[in-house]
């Protein structure tokens, strides 16, 4: 299988069948194999330069009863808060100064939240770092909707679709969702011009192989400038609290897939990740994650947003434990990056990636196009 982990890499793609067979023959040597490919292709495009987004949990209030989620409508159990605009800006200052350039505003689908709160909150954030990237994370609303907060300031817009398969999606969603409706909602915000981030979980409840393999190759359709894969994690008051988590091997064999497939894309090395094994993250980035999303929100609530059971927010997975981070990563061979790290398109000249392979130990030119601008660039 190591020629089809090489033509994935190469043609970024593969059949069905082949992404089976990799997805349920993969020991542990063809894992390390895929896992180092795809740190490869994520050296040759970001450097060893990791990108922080401070996360900013504003609200764990939503409407909706997702059967996997800590947070839902149905949990009587957590304490619910709401963060004002005050407090929301008090971590953009804090997480300005220490170095963020990317603030990620996620909360649940919070009906007190309104339009126009969401959107007085990121005008302001726009005027006051200009220089910063918002991404939000707020769940489905209507194309207007996504319009408005668009022109007010918002660049990205993260949103899973967790599963493309309708049938897998209700058994994880009330039947009051939908998974057309979310894919409607992608497709909105692509065309708005967000950067858009949607992603899976690994290992949810009933998910199959083909159902994976349908969203691998849904993925590669869309083309999303962020992919969001991450474990699936039980929480003790959800209807999934007796289910088993998603592996570490799982996550990080579909990471270094969409990697391979799209190497220009922005992957974080999830929470859920970092959550689920003491070296998560490490095993994320050495997998072709390039991404990490320290929490920023204000310390006393950060328990409160439980999407699963022991979800991290201190240490490295903190804004305040950057120096933690700054270690963890260096030990590795990487470091933080402080840029805003948008999405750029490379199209790359294999020729050159060829001659790459052939002569590691010269400094080869790499053509490299980003958007309408063509640079050449010493790797
Ligand atoms: S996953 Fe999102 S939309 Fe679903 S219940 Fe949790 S916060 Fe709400």
Not at 64 to 82: A, L, Q, S, T, V
Request: hydrophobic share 35%; net charge neutral.
């Amino acid at each position: 299988m190591k020629q089809w982990i090489d033509r994935l890499r190469w043609e970024r793609t593969l059949r069905p069948e082949e992404f089976r067979q990799l997805l349920t023959e993969c020991d542990a040597e063809l894992l390390r194999y895929i896992n180092k490919q795809a740190q490869e292709v994520s050296l040759l495009h970001f450097g060893n330069k990791i990108y922080i987004r401070g996360l900013i949990e504003i609200s764990n209030c939503c409407r909706n009863n997702c059967y996997y989620c800590g947070i839902r409508k149905g949990n009587p159990n957590i304490e619910r808060y709401r963060l004002t605009q005050e407090s929301i800006l008090d971590c953009c200052k804090q997480g300005y100064e220490s170095g963020f350039r990317t603030f990620v505003l996620q909360g649940g689908e919070d009906p007190v939240l309104t339009d126009d709160k969401i959107e007085r909150i990121v005008t302001n954030i726009r005027q006051e770092y200009p220089d910063c990237a918002i991404t939000l994370s707020l769940g489905e609303k209507s194309r207007n909707t996504y319009e408005r907060f668009f022109k007010a300031g918002a660049n990205r817009y993260l949103l899973r679709h967790e599963t493309y398969n309708e049938a897998h999606y209700q058994q994880l969603h009330p039947a009051e969702m939908s998974g057309k409706r979310r894919l409607q909602c992608l497709q909105d915000l692509k065309d708005i011009g967000y950067q858009t981030g949607t992603g899976i979980m690994v290992g949810s409840p009933g998910q199959t192989v083909e159902d994976i393999i349908e969203d691998i190759l849904f993925i590669e359709r869309l083309r999303p400038e962020m992919i969001g894969i991450g474990p699936f994690l039980p929480h003790h008051d959800t209807p999934f609290a007796q289910c088993p988590s998603g592996t570490v091997a799982q996550t990080v064999l579909l990471l270094s897939i969409f990697r391979l497939m799209h190497p220009s894309a922005l992957i974080p090395a999830t929470t859920a990740l970092a959550t689920l094994a003491s070296d998560g993250r490490e095993r994320g980035i050495l997998a072709g994650a390039n991404v990490v999303m320290p929490n920023l929100s204000p310390r006393e609530e950060r328990k409160k947003y439980e999407l699963y059971n022991d979800k991290a927010s201190l240490g490295a997975e903190s804004a305040e434990g950057l120096i933690a981070l700054q270690k963890q990563l260096n030990a590795i061979g990487y470091e933080i990056s402080t840029e805003r790290g948008d999405f750029i398109q490379y199209t790359t000249d294999y020729t050159d990636f060829h001659r790459l392979r052939m002569n590691r130990n010269k400094s080869v030119k790499i053509r490299v196009i980003c958007g309408e601008n063509e640079k050449r660039e010493n790797i």
